[in-house]
Nanobody, 121 residues
Framework: QVQLVESGGGLVQAGGSLRLSCAGSGRSFSNFAMGWFRQAPGKEREFVAGIGGTVKTIYYTDSVKGRFTISREDTKSTVYLQMNSLKPEDTAVYYC??????????????WGQGTQVTVSS
């Protein structure tokens, strides 16, 4: 079992930055691929960014490339999402995810509780 706890969400103006953190506990954190998803009101949960476990391949959805950066610190069992140049359309609840692969919701084995990100125009 893996427990994931997100932090770092909040309210920011367009063009601003936020850094999300996800602290993991339980089974071996470094073996899991880690990712971030988001869900806006009335929309489906969507993949944002992911980073592999054993092989640290990184991938992003097109709408955040060049603005968001995912990273992980396995010694601290933590994954981060640095979000720059935020836009109102980035407003959503952001969820941390863990699994063997995390590019789609169906692949995710463990979810965090979510943290709200609101970008004002």
């Amino acid at each position: 079992q893996v427990q994931l706890v997100e932090s770092g969400g909040g309210l920011v103006q367009a063009g601003g930055s936020l850094r999300l953190s996800c602290a993991g506990s339980g089974r071996s954190f470094s073996n899991f691929a880690m990712g971030w998803f988001r869900q806006a009101p009335g929309k489906e949960r969507e993949f944002v960014a992911g980073i592999g476990g054993t092989v640290k391949t990184i991938y992003y959805t097109d709408s955040v490339k060049g603005r968001f950066t995912i990273s992980r610190e396995d010694t601290k069992s933590t994954v981060y999402l640095q979000m720059n140049s935020l836009k109102p359309e980035d407003t959503a609840v952001y969820y941390c995810a863990a699994g063997l692969r995390v590019t789609t919701s169906r692949q995710v084995d463990y979810w965090g509780q979510g943290t709200q990100v609101t970008v004002s125009s």
